[in-house]
C-alpha cells in the first residue's frame, strides 16, 4: 500500500482520506503498520507513515515537531518534510482546517514553520506556535519502527529532546494579534467529529 503513495501529494490525499484518531481508548504513538491496520492516524502517526512512503521512494524519512507555548492549553503537531527543488514542503494529518499540507515553496525549515503560525491559535484567538525541532531521521531507529506492534513512545521522547527554535523574536509576542472571529469560526470546523464511530 505505502509503495502506491509515489509522490507527496498521494501521500497526502491517503492521510485526509484516513478518519482521525482522536486516541478514545487513551493515548497512542502506532507505527506505520498498525494504523494501515487500525485505518486512523493522528499527526504523528500520520507524519510516521509519510516518512515511511517517502523513504520507499528513496527520500530521507524527516520529521519535524512543531510547539506550541506551554502552558496555553495548546498541544504540539508533528509533520513529514519533503524536498523538491531546494524547497521544502510538508505533509500533515491533521483534524483543522488549515495546519495542513504544505507545497515545496519554502527554502529553509524556518520558512516553512512560519507559515503555519497565523493559522495555529486556540478557540479564544490566542496563537500559540512557539518553536520548530530539528528534523527527526527517521533512519536513526534502522526500521523495525514501521511494523512495531507497540507504541512509538522513543519517537516521541526524541523530538521532545531535540533542539527547538524560536519563531518569535525576543520581546514581539506582544505585538501578536489574536485571530479574529471569522478565523476562529473557520478554525472551529474539524474534519472528524469525535462522535464519528470510524474515529
Known amino acids: 500500500m505505502l509503495k ?20 478514545k481508548g487513551g493515548d497512542t504513538y502506532r507505527s506505520p503498520r498498525a494504523v494501515l491496520r487500525e485505518g486512523k492516524a493522528h499527526c504523528i502517526e500520520g507524519a510516521l507513515v509519510a516518512a515511511a512512503a517517502l523513504w520507499l521512494r528513496g527520500e530521507r524519512p524527516l520529521i519535524m515537531n512543531l510547539s506550541a507555548r506551554l502552558g496555553r492549553g495548546d498541544v504540539d503537531h508533528v509533520i513529514a518534510l519533503y524536498e523538491r527543488g531546494g524547497h521544502f514542503g510538508a505533509i500533515s494529518k491533521t483534524n483543522h482546517a488549515v495546519l495542513r499540507f504544505r507545497d ?7 520558512e516553512l514553520a512560519l507559515s503555519y503560525f497565523n493559522e495555529w491559535f486556540l478557540p479564544s484567538g490566542e496563537k500559540t506556535l512557539e518553536c520548530y525541532s ?15 506492534e507497540r507504541d512509538l513512545q522513543e519517537v516521541v521522547d526524541a523530538l521532545s529532546v531535540a533542539p527547538h527554535y524560536d519563531l518569535v523574536p525576543k520581546g514581539n509576542w506582544r505585538y501578536v494579534r489574536a485571530a479574529d472571529p471569522m478565523e476562529r469560526k473557520a478554525g472551529l470546523c474539524p474534519e472528524w467529529s469525535k462522535s464519528d464511530p470510524r474515529t
Do not use: C
Open 4 to 23: 502506491q503513495l509515489s509522490t507527496p501529494i498521494k501521500i497526502q490525499d491517503f492521510l485526509d482520506a484516513l478518519p482521525m484518531n482522536h486516541e
Open 104 to 110: 515545496p515553496v519554502y527554502r529553509t525549515l524556518r
Open 134 to 148: 530539528k528534523p527527526l531521521d527517521m533512519h536513526r531507529f534502522g526500521t523495525g519502527w514501521i511494523t512495531a
